[in-house]
């Protein structure tokens, strides 16, 4: 059972591509399925979640912007991506049990919440997961810099990074197998040997905020359910 004294809140950081599974674009329902379940037994215990996820499995901002499309609508375009993640992952979390709030840093009243921070706060006091959508609302910012904003705002005592590796590594495991994982590491050191946990104003905002981040694979059945039992899962960078 996780231990709510250790971690209170947490702000849980999915990226758009974690809901594809096997599929090349969109939503795999049994993959959002799975993730609800995971966060359904630690909001089960106490745990208050925050979530912010991506959109990039439906489309990706600057990407577009090297095709040739305006930064500005593209980045935009992917806001919206990340609103129809939140409303699925919201759709999957219910099911598994679990109220969910979707609170959208752009106006969308017809579908989910605007984001007001004090009014996100009561949502998770009250035992309610709070999805963050939208980003910050502003282009150029990624959405881990949303993570990292969202989590300082609401007070998170820990912002959780889940990714398709166990950790940060001294390279790239997928394409390096001779890399090694560290356990623990700075956030100066994940910048200046630029190890990609997250974007540098994501990082940056983190370290000035003393925000710790605990990197996880999410795809390891029990990986977060674990770490908030106070297992050593993951690289926790501090």
């Given at each position: 059972?996780?231990?709510?004294?250790?971690?209170?809140?947490?702000?849980?950081?999915?990226?758009?591509?974690?809901?594809?599974?096997?599929?090349?674009?969109?939503?795999?329902?049994?993959?959002?399925?799975?993730?609800?379940?995971?966060?359904?037994?630690?909001?089960?215990?106490?745990?208050?979640?925050?979530?912010?996820?991506?959109?990039?499995?439906?489309?990706?901002?600057?990407?577009?912007?090297?095709?040739?499309?305006?930064?500005?609508?593209?980045?935009?375009?992917?806001?919206?991506?990340?609103?129809?993640?939140?409303?699925?992952?919201?759709?999957?979390?219910?099911?598994?049990?679990?109220?969910?709030?979707?609170?959208?840093?752009i106006s969308i009243r017809e579908v989910?919440?605007?984001?007001?921070?004090?009014?996100?706060?009561?949502?998770?006091?009250?035992?309610?997961?709070?999805?963050?959508?939208?980003?910050?609302?502003?282009?150029?910012?990624?959405?881990?810099?949303?993570?990292s904003l969202r989590a300082i705002e609401?007070?998170?005592?820990?912002?959780?990074?889940?990714?398709?590796?166990?950790?940060?590594?001294?390279?790239?495991?997928?394409?390096?197998?001779?890399?090694?994982?560290?356990?623990?590491?700075?956030?100066?050191?994940?910048?200046?040997?630029?190890?990609?946990?997250?974007?540098?104003?994501?990082?940056?905002?983190?370290?000035?905020?003393?925000?710790?981040?605990?990197?996880?694979?999410?795809?390891?059945?029990?990986?977060?359910?674990?770490?908030?039992?106070?297992?050593?899962?993951?690289?926790?960078?501090?």
């Amino acid at each position: 059972m996780a231990d709510p004294a250790r971690y209170g809140r947490i702000l849980l950081k999915l990226s758009g591509e974690a809901l594809l599974g096997s599929q090349d674009y969109g939503i795999d329902p049994e993959v959002s399925s799975r993730i609800a379940r995971e966060v359904a037994e630690v909001a089960n215990d106490g745990v208050q979640v925050g979530i912010v996820v991506g959109g990039g499995n439906i489309f990706r901002g600057a990407g577009l912007a090297s095709a040739g499309m305006d930064r500005i609508t593209g980045d935009h375009m992917g806001m919206l991506a990340t609103v129809m993640n939140s409303l699925a992952l919201q759709d999957a979390l219910e099911r598994a049990g679990v109220t969910t709030r979707v609170m959208s840093a752009i106006s969308i009243r017809e579908v989910c919440e605007d984001y007001i921070r004090r009014r996100a706060v009561r949502h998770l006091e009250k035992g309610r997961a709070v999805i963050f959508a939208a980003g910050t609302g502003n282009p150029f910012f990624t959405t881990d810099t949303a993570a990292s904003l969202r989590a300082i705002e609401i007070g998170a005592d820990l912002m959780i990074k889940a990714t398709k590796v166990d950790g940060v590594y001294t390279a790239d495991p997928m394409t390096h197998p001779d890399a090694t994982r560290y356990d623990r590491i700075t956030y100066d050191e994940v910048i200046e040997h630029k190890l990609n946990v997250m974007d540098t104003n994501a990082m940056v905002l983190c370290r000035d905020q003393s925000m710790p981040i605990r990197v996880i694979d999410l795809n390891v059945p029990g990986a977060l359910a674990d770490l908030l039992d106070g297992k050593d899962v993951g690289t926790l960078v501090d």
